[in-house]
């Protein structure tokens, strides 16, 4: 007995150190993950990146690997559904803000809001104006869409930016979203042109696709840290198990849901089965 109990030690030992060593080289891997969809809506084709969850994070120097890998795939725009940043004190926005404009300078890009922008542009006395910097910092640049939309005629695509409030962050339990909440918040749903919407947390799938969204861009579950094939993302940041919206591609009746796992973690930097996500999209009129 006491050496099959030795056994699993070091057997779980093995797997422990496996485990980290593999997180490790998982973190500095850029993975593409590529989605075709279609739509009547669309006046002509329309490729884009979606970047989600870089959370300060670097490939190279100025992050100038993962803007080679940007312009690789040759995008006609980048589309960033949240937490550029880590919204904690003693932090900086400098590395998104770097990325932001670099990319600004090359594409059109629209960004939205995740929680960690959120959290900073509302307790300032906690940090200070991270927010105003990252904000300020770039938009010249880029386009901020905080419960705003932009058209875009040659296509024939509306990019709305969900701001959704601190209550929808919460951990262990996902509170019920009214209706009316994103129709008071954003503008008026266009219907006749393919609608996008930035909406940094996948958790509300469901009601973006209420509200009317053709496709909703998302992030947040950061892949659930560990992809277990067969089983899914193991557990989400608000602290929920095998989150039913973890990455991939997503349908609700005539809504689509594309989610990210990110290219950044902000605080327990680990992955398995679930390499740092570049998205690609296209987006191909029937």
Same mark, same amino acid.
């Given at each position: 007995? #006491? ?23 998982? @973190? ?17 084709? %329309? ?22 890998? %940007? ?26 803000? #770097? ?13 939205? /809001? ?58 262990? /339990? /996902? ?12 503008? $008026? ?30 992030? &947040?579950? &950061? ?23 973890? $990455?991939?591609?997503? $349908? ?6 594309? *989610? ?5 973690? &902000? ?5 398995? @089965? ?11 009129? *029937?």
């Amino acid at each position: 007995m #006491k050496y099959v109990l030795i056994f699993f030690v070091i057997l779980i030992c093995i797997f422990v150190i496996f485990v980290f060593v593999e997180s490790y080289r998982e @973190n500095r891997i850029i993975s593409v993950s590529r989605y075709v969809l279609e739509s009547e809506k669309l006046t002509q084709d %329309i490729t884009a990146v979606m970047i989600a969850d870089l959370h300060n994070s670097e490939y190279g120097k100025d992050n100038q690997e993962l803007i080679e890998k %940007i312009d690789a795939l040759k995008p006609d725009m980048i589309l960033v559904a949240g937490d550029s940043i880590i919204g904690k004190e003693g932090y900086t926005c400098d590395i998104a803000i #770097k990325l932001l404009n670099k990319l600004g300078e090359k594409y059109r890009v629209y960004v939205g /809001k995740g929680n960690h922008e959120l959290r900073c542009a509302m307790y300032t006395e906690q940090y200070g104006d991270m927010w105003e910097q990252l904000y300020n910092g770039t938009k010249d640049k880029v386009k901020w869409l905080i419960n705003d939309a932009v058209y875009l005629d040659e296509n024939n695509i509306t990019i709305y930016g969900f701001d959704m409030e601190r209550q929808y962050y919460r951990r262990f /339990k /996902k509170l019920p979203m009214e209706d009316s909440c994103m129709r008071d918040a954003l503008p $008026k749903l266009n219907r006749s042109s393919y609608s996008i919407l930035l909406a940094h947390n996948p958790d509300y799938f469901e009601e973006y696709s209420i509200w009317g969204a053709d496709l909703s861009l998302s992030g &947040h579950i &950061h892949g659930g840290m560990i992809i277990f094939p067969g089983l899914g993302g193991f557990v989400s940041p608000m602290i929920r198990f095998f989150p039913k919206y973890y $990455k991939g591609i997503y $349908k609700n009746g005539n809504s689509r849901m594309i *989610v990210s796992a990110g290219l950044g973690i &902000h605080t327990f930097k680990f992955r398995v @089965n679930n390499k740092p996500d570049l998205v690609y999209i296209t987006l191909n009129r *029937v």
